[in-house]
Structure formats: C-alpha cells, structure tokens
C-alpha cells in the first residue's frame, strides 16, 4: 500500500508540473519506507516479548519441597515465593506451634514432611529424637561452629542478637552511657523498656544465657536491679523500641530486628551491643531423615544461606543476620563481631522453665 501512495502521489505532482516539489519526491519516498520498517520491527519484537512472558509464566512446577516451620507466615510467603522464582521449585510451608511440631515427631505423625525451619533450640529437640539427617555441604562447612550441631544434623541460617537501643537525645546528654549489663544495672537515672520474659523466647534468651554465664543467683540480682528501673514490660518484640524512639524510655532491651525496622524508619534511636556479651535466636534448618528428597532438601539449605533470600527479606523489613560470614549481606552488618554469651541449649526445658519462675517470683512481682 505504501509503494501505490508514494506512484499515486508521484504521478500527481509530475501531472501538475511542479518542479520545485519533484525535488523532494525520493525524501518523501524514504522516510515513508523508513517509518513502515519501524513499525514492522516494533510489532514483532512484541510479539516476541509477550511470547517468552507467556511461556515464563507457564512453567510447570516439577517438585515440592513440605516444611514445618515456626517463623512468621508472612516471612514464610516470601520465602516460598522468591524460591519458586529461582530453583522452581515449591515449598509448602506449614506453620506450627513449636510443642505440636515437636509432639508430631514424637509420635510420628510427620507424614511427607521433608524439612523444619524454626528455632534452633526446637532442631535439637529433633535431633535427641533421631529425625533428622546428617547433612554437609561446602557452603554449610563455613558457618561458625556456634551456628551449628556438631554432628550436622542442623544449621543456622540467620540469628536475631539482643541489643541496647537507646534514644539519641539521652546519648548526646549524657556522657557515660552504659555499655555492659552491670553497668545498666548500676545506674539509678535511667528508664528502660523490656519485653516481658513471660511472652516471648527471643526476649527470655537474654535469661537464660545470663544464667549460664553469671549464674542463677547473679543473674536474679542483677535482673532485680534492672527492674528497679524498668518504666514498662511489654507484650511485643516492638513495643519497647518504639518507646524509645517516641522519648518515653531512655533505652530497651530489645532485638535487634525490630531496631532495625524504627531505624529504617528514621526513627531517633541507636543501637549499642553489651561488651560483655549478648543473647542470640538462632533460626536454624533441618533435613527429616525419612525425606525422599535429600538433594532437593539440600539445595534449598544452601539457597537459604546465600544473599538473594536475606535482600528479598530486608526488602520486606526482616532484618537477620545471616549466619555465612562469607555472604554480602553478612558483611552490612555492623554489629557482627559482636560478643556472645554462652549458648543456652545446656538447659532443657524443665531448667529454662524454673529460671523463668524464679523472676516472676523473685523480680516481675515484686515492688
């Protein structure tokens, strides 16, 4: 049609005898044939764009991975997602109560269930139960050993240590800011936020390693000093940072994750990590030893421990530190040579329970 307009429109200015536009009838030709190769080229490649989409978008799963686990839904919904992405593969997550998953394996009501992610203290658990896999792998080879079972039967892939978060106003007014857990407990013009022990794991760690490295009784005297100063126990991993970052505590005992979260949204706060040593969640992983997909299983721990999972992560807000020292990720942390105390799997849950009752009695309820 494009070769007629250009002889119709030829002829027409030829019959009028104009010199002056025969000049200009080749211009016109090539840019009329220019412009109808543009539009040629542009609607094939998208029709070939929309081609490869359609077909990304239809492959087929070819295998499903089943996994226990007691870290959040949300935080389980991405993690699924983001590996379905990349190794195709799909993870079905069952979010359980720590005492059920542990109750499943004791009597083997664990039907199809490949892996558990969840607390490093529940894959122990796990382990004296003989369910789960001795597994090794080079990436799992470089995590510390304090990030791991001797016998490899599982592996932490991130932790949440336990940090002083204190309000930058008291930091600029005040030249002394305590740096350890007796120098908190010693100072008498301070308001501290906690979360209550009583609600929350990742808050009564800080007991229970306390307890391991001081000392039960030094602990409660300890804990009893720093209840002395105590303005609010909270219900949530939140509520004391956010305390502190509204001017209404000076400092909060508090995870790091849930810091990093105010921080990134501006709030006035900073993060200080004790010099005598911190608590730590570890959130660990483990393959089940009746699994029929070992390598499947295995593939996934090493993903787990690679970058591409903690940006998608920190792109959400979960804020853990990964537990390969070798990772990007890993190394954006400033606080990762931050001192630890003593592990606090030496107690079973017969001895964590009596340490938790001793505060309630000795230190929560009293005036």
């Known amino acids: 049609m494009t070769l007629i307009a250009c002889f119709l429109l030829n002829k027409e200015i030829i019959s009028t005898g104009s010199e002056s536009m025969r000049r200009y009838i080749p211009l016109l030709i090539i840019g009329l044939c220019i412009v109808f190769m543009v539009l040629a080229t542009l609607l ?13 978008k239809f492959i087929p799963v070819t295998k499903t991975l089943t996994v226990y686990t007691t870290i959040p839904v949300e935080m389980a919904s991405i993690i699924a997602s983001e590996y379905q992405k990349d190794a195709n593969i799909q993870v079905n997550f069952i979010p359980i109560a720590k005492e059920d998953l542990i109750n499943n394996f004791q009597h083997n009501n664990i039907k199809d269930v490949d892996m558990v992610l969840a607390d490093s203290t529940v894959l122990e658990e796990l382990k004296s139960l003989n369910a789960l896999t001795s597994n090794i792998s080079e990436e799992e080879d470089i995590v510390k050993e304090r990030f791991k079972d001797n016998n490899n039967s599982w592996i932490g892939v991130w932790y ?17 800011i305590p740096l350890t857990w007796n120098d908190l407990a010693q100072n008498n013009n301070i ?11 990742a808050a009564a760690n800080v007991l229970y390693s306390l307890s391991q490295d001081k000392n039960i009784d030094n602990t409660m005297l300890l804990m009893q000093q720093i209840h002395a100063k105590v303005v609010r126990y909270a219900k949530y991993l939140s509520t004391p940072v956010r305390m502190v970052g509204m001017g209404e505590a000076d400092v909060a005992i508090a995870v790091q994750s849930e810091t990093l979260r105010y921080i990134n949204d501006n709030y ?11 608590a730590y969640q570890l959130t660990a992983v483990g393959i089940v030893k009746d699994s029929n997909q070992q390598v499947e299983a295995n593939n996934f721990i090493k993903w787990l421990l690679g970058d591409d999972i903690q940006i ?20 954006e942390f400033a606080g990762k040579n931050i001192r630890f105390l003593e592990k ?24």
């Open 344 to 367: 606090n799997t030496i107690f079973d849950e017969n001895a964590k329970k009596a340490i938790l009752d001793e505060w309630v009695t000795n230190v929560r309820l009293k005036n």
């Open 312 to 331: 998608s992560l920190q792109k959400n807000r979960y804020y853990y530190v990964p537990t390969n020292y070798t990772s990007l990720t890993y190394k």
């Open 44 to 56: 094939y490649t998208t029709q070939s764009v929309g081609k490869k989409e359609q077909a990304n």
């Open 160 to 176: 949440d240590p336990i940090v002083f978060c204190y309000n930058l106003d008291y930091v600029k007014n005040n030249w002394q």
């Open 268 to 278: 006035p706060i900073s993060i200080i990590y004790p010099k005598d040593g911190t």
């Open 191 to 201: 308001k501290i936020a906690m979360t209550d022990f009583m609600v929350a794991s």
